[in-house]
């Protein structure tokens, strides 16, 4: 079965360092997502993808960050100037189909960002 | 704000035994998600509930929707101890056409003990 793929699965960076999360999603899905979790929290929505543009993003999706879909596969979450806070899991997420569709978002094993 | 709250937070259960999972939320919304996330390990999905009054089931689990209540269940037949996992509902506000956007719950970790 298809997956979405995440390298690296651990990051380590010193704080105000620039970091790159690279994501493979689905290779027929059009709509891409990031995500991130806390340790021990609730999965939170960063950003959504379609049609080369963001969709939405959140609130935590400030200009530190950014994506990018630079060629027909990849698709990454740069963070400029990274923070403590910004330690977390960061799950990319693909779908085939956008809102108010049978077919749910399909997640990567995620990135561990761990800030120093 | 969106706000999806599922209890309880921590479920410890015997094997075999039957329980249910709350999911509430704050908005107008009939399309959900339940996820299961085992330690350390991504998020799979596990059904998708459309509208009010879908249920679907899949082996032990059963979820349900309730759009007026702005309810979900996640019930759990004679669990077994396979099951032990954090469970996530989530809630689609994303505009049909457009990509989804979902908010997730708090999350309900189960662990089911022999």
């Known amino acids: 079965e298809p997956e979405v793929t995440q390298t690296p699965s651990h990051q380590v960076t010193q704080m105000g360092q620039e970091v790159i999360l690279r994501c493979v999603p689905i290779?027929?899905?059009?709509?891409f997502y990031w995500y991130r979790q806390i340790l021990g929290q609730k999965v939170e929505f960063l950003v959504s993808?379609?049609?080369?543009?963001?969709?939405?993003k959140s609130e935590i999706f400030d200009d530190q960050f950014s994506v990018e879909r630079p060629d027909g596969s990849n698709f990454t979450l740069k963070i400029r100037s990274t923070k403590l806070e910004d330690s977390a899991m960061y799950f990319c997420a693909s779908s085939r189909r956008g809102a108010n569709s049978n077919q749910p978002q399909h997640f990567g094993d995620g990135t561990r960002l761990s800030i120093l | 704000e969106l706000k999806v709250e599922q209890n309880p937070l921590f479920l410890s259960m015997q094997e075999g035994k039957n329980y249910t999972i709350y999911c509430n939320y704050s908005?107008?919304?009939?399309?959900l998600y339940w996820y299961r996330q085992d330690p350390g390990k991504s998020l799979e999905s596990l059904f998708v509930l459309l509208s009010n009054g879908a249920v679907k089931q899949e082996g032990r689990l059963m979820a349900s929707l309730d759009t007026k209540a702005r309810l979900s269940t996640l019930h759990i037949t004679a669990a077994v101890h396979d099951l032990s996992a954090t469970y996530f509902c989530?809630?689609?506000?994303?505009?049909?056409?457009?990509?989804?956007?979902?908010?997730f719950g708090t999350g309900t970790r189960l662990q089911v003990t022999l």
């Open positions: 989530a809630v689609d506000i994303g505009d049909t056409g457009t990509a989804s956007k979902l908010t």
């Open positions: 290779s027929n899905h059009l709509y």
């Open positions: 908005t107008t919304s009939d399309r």
């Open positions: 993808f379609y049609n080369n543009e963001i969709s939405e």
